[in-house]
């Protein structure tokens, strides 16, 4: 006897300190197909309250992740990619509906995005030899350069990429040290928060990334004018919304990435790894004590 089977419908979650909370306000909204219009699933519409606890997350991952050496989290990166690969089908089911793209074109832009992660763990122990270095003085001293996360970062994730141009942002600010309060794209979060579970069942500790759904423009001014934020990625911000974000940002001198056309299939350089880092320069007498060359 053959019975009929009803379908799991799968419930998705906000991503806040390495566990899976439902929004504070308990509020969610319809997430619908690009090109059918067809309902895929409820997200979480999250609330300021939600926003707030992300950046206490945040803040307390932040010793321990800008305290790891970087050829650790290249590691952990690596890792993140490693489980990518192995839920790509359900990430290019996703990014279709999202982007409106056929199964072909979708499983090439989520290739393209496990690269891109792969790409940006790469860059963990390196980027300090580029930007970094002894300087040269005039006198008996070693002057040397070395890059420094700057903090907790707050990512408003592209609207339209909802993968590439997602990972495109988010990696970097983990790359480099940084923690990060991602506010996922609002027409399009499914792939972000499907993202959070791969970060949970990876080597990432809970808080370095912290994954938001909702109305951009209600989350954004409270993580750009909350003190506890270092900088801000307005990557998703249209330009009245990046206009108030960048005069909230000021209060606290938060580091603010403006933003700007970007083609996310393109070679990414380095320009998002350097947006979040701040260069400590420290000075050491070398030993000598003269210009004749005595030393001690």
């Known amino acids: 006897m053959s019975e009929t089977r009803l379908s799991v419908f799968k419930t998705y979650k906000l991503y806040v300190g390495g566990k899976f909370p439902r929004s504070e306000s308990g509020r969610v909204y319809e997430v619908t197909d690009s090109k059918s219009g067809a309902w895929l699933a409820n997200a979480p519409l999250s609330s300021r309250k939600d926003a707030r606890d992300a950046v206490v997350a945040a803040r307390k991952a932040f010793g321990g992740w800008s305290g790891a050496t970087a050829y650790n989290r290249g590691q952990v990166l690596y890792r993140v990619a490693e489980m990518l690969e192995g839920r790509r089908e359900q990430f290019v089911r996703e990014v279709a509906a999202a982007e409106g793209l056929s199964k072909s074109k979708a499983a090439a832009v989520v290739d393209a995005s496990v690269d891109r992660w792969v790409w940006y763990a790469g860059w963990t122990d390196k980027i300090a030899q580029v930007v970094g270095g002894a300087n040269p003085v005039a006198g008996p001293y070693f002057n040397l350069s070395t890059p420094e996360p700057t903090g907790v970062v707050a990512v408003l994730a592209p609207q339209e990429s909802s993968f590439l141009g997602l990972v495109s942002v988010l990696a970097p600010v983990i790359a480099t040290g940084n923690t990060a309060v991602l506010v996922a794209s609002e027409r399009a979060p499914l792939p972000a928060l499907s993202l959070g579970e791969v970060l949970a069942t990876s080597d990432v500790p809970g808080g370095v990334v912290n994954v938001l759904s909702g109305r951009t423009a209600e989350l954004a001014p ?14 998703g911000a249209d330009g ?41 320069t420290v000075w050491h007498p070398t030993g000598a004590l003269g210009a004749a060359g005595s030393s001690y």
């Not at 001198?253 to 970007?262: E, I, T």
């Not at 299939?265 to 380095?270: M, Q, R």
């Open 222 to 235: 409270p993580l750009a004018a909350h003190q506890d934020v270092n900088a801000i990625d307005l990557a």
């Open 240 to 280: 009245a919304l990046a206009k108030e974000l960048e005069i909230a940002a000021a209060d606290n001198m938060k580091r603010v990435l403006r933003p700007a056309p970007v083609d996310f299939a393109a070679d990414p350089g380095t320009g998002r790894l350097t947006a979040f880092l701040e260069t400590k």
